[in-house]
Structures are given as C-alpha cells and as structure tokens.
C-alpha cells in the first residue's frame, strides 16, 4: 500500500525535470524579454495607428470645409465681373435727356462688358451656324420643319444656350430640318 502512496503523490522536483526547458544562450533573449519586445512594438504600432487614424480625420475635416467654402464663395468671381455691368445699366438710365445714338451707345458698351463677365468666368455661347448636325446633349429642337438640307441638321436657332466649362447651363433652342 505504501507503494501506491508513494505512486500516487506526484514528486514536484520530478515533474519540473520532465518538462522540457529550452536552454537559454547569451545571444537569445528569454522569453520575458521577448514578451517585453513584443509589448514595446504592440504599444508602437497602436500609437501611429492612432496619429495616421487622427491624421485622416483632419484631412476628412479639412476637406469638407474646403468643400463648403468653394460652394460659398464660388459665385464671387462671377459677381465681381458683374458689378461693372450692373453699374452701366445705372448709370445709363441717371442720363436725363438721353438720345438714340447714345442709348445705343451705351448699349453695346454693356453688352461688351457682359461678354467679358461671361468669358472671365467660362460661360460660353453655344450657337449653332445653320446645316450643323442636331447634337441633342447641346441642342434642343422644338420643331422640325421642311428644309434643303440634310434631315436633323438645324435650320434656325430661336434662343442661344450656354455651357459653364464643359457642363452644359441651358440648350440652344432650334428648329431642326425634316426628313424628306
């Protein structure tokens, strides 16, 4: 019976013996330094993660109030050409005995400076020359009528349109030619 005793309490010296212990050599950390490397560059990579996630952040912000200024202010430059115009027309009806000639006169000269508003600020005339082909993303044909010349090509335009850069603002109102 004392055998199984002796079996059955386990030596705590034996068992330390029979788990395999790495041997621990100057030129390889233990595990302690381990863990501690591993934990530096954990708490490393957590902070730059935190600076890059607050650098987006900022920029996400700095972009959207980019974003609310430019569509604040974009009519601005347009404005400031408008202004000159705006004075003309003012000036023009303070004339009190006006004649024809300088009433005409002053016409043209507002319509110059109009021309040059719309030209400051991209605003381009889209006028299209009797015989062009119907474009139906800068034309909008409100009739077609019997023409000599080529069927969907525009024979009168009724109403210029205009395009702001490349987005198109209003269309050039035409009539179109028929099919014979």
Do not use: C, W
Not at 47 to 67: H, L, P, T, W
Not at 149 to 154: G, R, S
Request: proline share 7%.
């Amino acid at each position: 019976m004392q055998d199984q005793e002796n079996q059955a309490v386990p030596n705590p010296e034996a068992a330390e013996a029979a788990a395999p212990v790495p041997p621990s050599t100057p030129d390889q950390p233990s595990l302690e330094e381990q863990l501690a490397s591993a934990e530096a560059r954990l708490a490393e990579m957590q902070d730059a993660f935190m600076r890059a996630k607050a650098e987006g952040e900022n920029i996400r912000r700095r972009a959207q109030e980019d974003v609310a200024k430019a569509h604040k202010f974009a009519v601005e430059s347009f404005a400031e050409a408008m202004v000159p115009v705006k004075d003309s027309l003012e000036m023009a009806l303070k004339v009190e005995a006006p004649t024809l000639e300088s009433l005409k006169e002053g016409v043209e000269m507002t319509l110059k400076q109009l021309n040059s508003a719309f030209e400051k600020n991209r605003l381009l005339e889209i006028m299209p020359a009797q015989g062009e082909k119907l474009d139906p993303n800068k034309h909008q044909a409100v009739a077609v009528v019997p023409a000599d010349q080529e069927a969907n090509t525009v024979v009168s335009v009724l109403q210029k349109g205009y395009m702001i850069a490349d987005r198109l603002l209003r269309p050039a109102i035409v009539t179109a030619a028929q099919a014979k």
